[in-house]
């Protein structure tokens, strides 16, 4: 009796918790005995540190060092661990070399969210521990060393945009249909900081519809969404009316279902994105992949849409969880 406990100690009870039942640090008595009996310690592992050793929460605070930069806030120390959560709104980088070196020091492991996850404040990003309960200084030095200085995470801000819409299609110009794609463009950006600077709708003509995409990279615009006529039937010129606007397209076409007929472009700094018909009926498309790197000011290359094939498929589950599935993931 009267040792101090060197980690904690769980308790799991199948189906219905999984708690701390004794703190490192905490002072066995005579009446601990029966409850560490019954969480199956009838050893304990006191802590006597000669000054060569690191003890797990410790060793975790350094592997925190390493993951935790700016945007990011830490969870105290618990069963050893240490997790690393969002401060702000964006989209997550992970340095997956580093991230490989890191854990391929036997002794610890680095766990994270996939690379170019959009993210908000309080999500979880990382966990951190070390293996053994005690680890020698000189290992975690050779781990710091192994990271060169640098970060396996970094967190892009989204950026205020100024965006415009313009809707094409006869049946909406001439009043036949309620505009569905508008509304639907408009509450995805609700989740980014942005300022709606125009909206037009133009029928099934390109030259309109090239004079309107002109017009609002001329009000300001940082980012153009065409909504419609992205398929190859005849009367789907959206395509060429983007083209015409002297854009350099970097990918007509995508490796993502639903989203196939995906158009991302470049006007100068300004971006214009051809959306097809299922960013207006499906829940999750290649636009819910492509639009945060947008508004987090990443640049949009031909590879990284061919990147997206692999994890391209929406399962189109009835319960949809995405983000935290593996549409998109990389």
């Known amino acids: 009796m009267g040792c101090i406990i060197s980690h904690d100690i769980t308790r799991i009870i199948p189906g219905k918790v999984k ?11 005579a009446e601990d005995v029966p409850e560490l009996l019954k969480v199956g310690k009838s050893h304990l592992y006191v802590w006597e540190n000669d000054g060569a050793m690191l003890h797990e929460n410790d060793a975790a605070a350094v592997l925190a060092d390493l ?5 990011m806030v830490r969870s105290g120390v618990s069963e050893g661990k240490i997790e690393v959560f969002a401060d702000v709104d964006g989209v997550l980088r992970v340095d997956k070399e580093r ?8 002794y610890v492991m680095v766990a994270t969210r996939h690379d170019l996850s959009p993210v908000r404040k309080g999500d979880k990003l990382a966990g951190t521990r070390i293996i053994p309960l005690a680890i020698e200084k000189t290992k975690m030095d050779a781990v710091c060393a192994a990271a060169d ?25 001439e009043g036949l249909i309620e505009d569905g794609f508008t509304p639907v463009v408009r509450k995805k950006l609700e989740a980014f900081d942005t ?29 153009i969404f065409v909504t419609g ?5 005849p009367d789907d010129r959206t395509p060429l009316a983007i083209r015409n606007t002297g854009a350099d397209i ?6 993502v279902l639903p989203g196939a007929m995906f158009l991302a472009s470049y006007l100068g700094d300004k971006v214009i994105l051809g959306l097809p018909g299922c960013v207006m009926h499906s829940k999750v498309t290649i ?14 290359t031909k590879k990284d849409i061919a990147d997206l094939a692999a994890g391209g498929l929406c399962l189109s589950c009835e319960h949809c969880i995405w983000p935290a599935c593996g549409f998109g993931a990389l």
Do not use: C, W
């Not at 991230?99 to 036997?106: I, P």
């Not at 492509?290 to 990443?298: D, E, K, N, T």
């Open 19 to 29: 708690e701390v039942a004794f703190k490192k640090g905490h002072v066995v008595r």
């Open 67 to 71: 993951v935790a930069q700016d945007g």
């Open 99 to 106: 991230l490989a070196v890191l854990n391929g020091f036997d």
């Open 149 to 173: 200085g640098g970060s396996v995470l970094t967190i892009l801000p989204y950026i205020h945009k100024k965006v415009a819409i313009v809707t094409t299609g006869g049946e909406v110009f």
């Open 195 to 223: 300022e709606e600077v125009g909206h037009v709708t133009v029928p099934d003509n390109p030259d309109m519809a090239t004079g309107a995409i002109l017009r609002m990279a001329e009000n300001g615009a940082d980012v």
């Open 229 to 233: 006529g992205m398929s190859v039937d």
């Open 250 to 255: 970097v990918s007509y076409g995508a490796p």
């Open 287 to 300: 636009l819910d992949l492509i639009l945060p790197r947008v508004m987090a000011g990443m640049p949009v």
